[in-house]
């Protein structure tokens, strides 16, 4: 069973900095695909960013590209989301999802697994 945990998220002044993690267990996640999504109240998910976990492939959404930034941690099976220059529409709970595969895809409906999310606020 894929297990999915995400931490880092909080309060930052628009302008600063957060990292986002995502510690994934359960797989073997080298043939995996990992997103991050964003969710506000009343809206659908948002994506965000999502990676190829053996490498060579990224995928942002326009609205974050320049300022975010995802990676992996091979060695600690982690996903980070580094977020720069926040802004006060950056604001939402944010999600980590897994997908078998070696595609990326921007629609969550692809994503089968997912973690219970952080919430990111940014205040101006």
């Known amino acids: 069973q894929v297990h999915l945990v995400e931490s880092g998220g909080g309060l930052v002044q628009a302008g600063g900095s957060l990292r986002l993690s995502c510690a994934a267990s359960g797989r073997t996640f080298s043939s995996y695909v990992i997103g991050w999504f964003r969710q506000v109240p009343g809206k659908e998910r948002e994506f965000v960013a999502a990676?190829?976990?053996?490498?060579?492939?990224?995928v942002y959404a326009d609205s974050v590209k320049g300022r975010f930034t995802i990676s992996t941690n091979n060695a600690k099976n982690t996903v980070y989301l580094q977020m720069n220059s926040l802004k006060p529409e950056d604001t939402a709970v944010y999600y980590c999802?897994?997908?078998?595969?070696?595609?990326?895809?921007?629609?969550?409906?692809?994503?089968?697994?997912w973690g219970q999310g952080t919430q990111v606020t940014v205040s101006s």
């Open positions: 999802a897994a997908r078998p595969g070696i595609e990326v895809f921007r629609s969550a409906q692809v994503y089968d697994y």
């Open positions: 990676i190829r976990w053996s490498g060579g492939s990224t």
